[in-house]
């Protein structure tokens, strides 16, 4: 008999199956990113969403609730999308990701994808919310989005399913609208890496190749100038890992990351995630 989670796991996966909406895509556990570099402050706020979601019946008896609807926003490429696939992993929930643009097709599925996914426990991810949860100056672009922007306001306001959760990403922070904001238990901002968490990154993803003498002050000192984000310096790794086998080299050297950083950072194209 299937534990009563793998019974609202099936269901889910069969909720979206039946709903065939674009705008909508389940990424299934096993592939799950769930390692993520952030500074120590951020990293505890991550874990206390984590933490108040498993204890989210304690601190109902208490009359307290958990943040079940959190914003995370900063810089593209940063973490955003990767911090909510962590979340998800570590407390147990399927993962569901809205890709929302300001188009009318996007605006009619909307409600009918939280409508759907009520019953069902879930991690909903809100990606793109730039496009529509920012402060509008020009009156024409305004009234052209702003029926998706009053039912997304009124989903988020009405989103209370008891065993699921709600993230959203912007890489917006001052423009974003405040009526957007104010729906929302908690807000965190993603930053770019600092040189603590750049080096971890270097180290990680060159785990399982030799390194040999670097100057990594130098390199570092480029992914500040550069404001490199976290996927740039996980590129640069990478790039750096797969020039070194090429050459037939034994190690990744000061060569090969210099190489990478000039194909990755100092190029007009810019990854972002």
């Known amino acids: 008999m299937p534990e009563p989670r793998q019974l609202k796991n099936r269901n889910i996966d069969t909720v979206v199956q039946q709903l065939n909406l674009p705008l909508v895509s389940q990424i299934p556990r096993e592939r799950l990113r769930h390692h993520i570099i952030l500074p120590e402050e951020v990293e505890r706020r991550f874990q206390q969403v984590e933490r108040e979601y498993v204890a989210r019946d304690r601190l109902a008896h208490s009359g307290l609730r958990f943040q079940q609807k959190v914003l995370l926003y900063g810089p593209s490429g940063c973490g955003k999308s990767l911090g909510a696939e962590r979340v998800a992993w570590n407390v147990g929930l399927p993962f569901l ?154 190690l990744v050297t000061q060569e090969h990351l210099e190489r990478a950083i000039a194909d990755i950072l100092l190029s007009n194209f810019h990854a972002s995630k």
């Open 97 to 250: 990701k809205i890709v929302l643009d300001c188009s009318r097709e996007s605006a009619d599925n909307l409600r009918r994808v939280f409508e759907e996914t009520d019953q069902y426990p879930c991690l909903l991810f809100l990606d793109g919310c730039d496009a529509i949860a920012k402060t509008r100056k020009d009156p024409q672009e305004a009234s052209e989005t702003q029926r998706i922007v009053n039912i997304l306001l009124d989903v988020l306001d009405k989103y209370t399913s008891s065993s699921g959760m709600l993230i959203a990403s912007a890489n917006l922070d001052k423009s974003l609208n405040p009526n957007f904001l104010q729906r929302f238990d908690g807000v965190i901002a993603v930053p770019r890496p600092g040189t603590p968490e750049f080096r971890t990154i270097m180290d990680q993803v060159l785990c399982n190749v030799t390194v040999g003498s670097v100057a990594w002050e130098k390199i570092i000192r480029s992914f500040h100038q550069n404001t490199a984000s976290a996927s740039q310096a996980m590129q640069v790794a990478q790039s750096a890992a797969k020039q070194a086998v090429l050459d037939n080299k034994e």
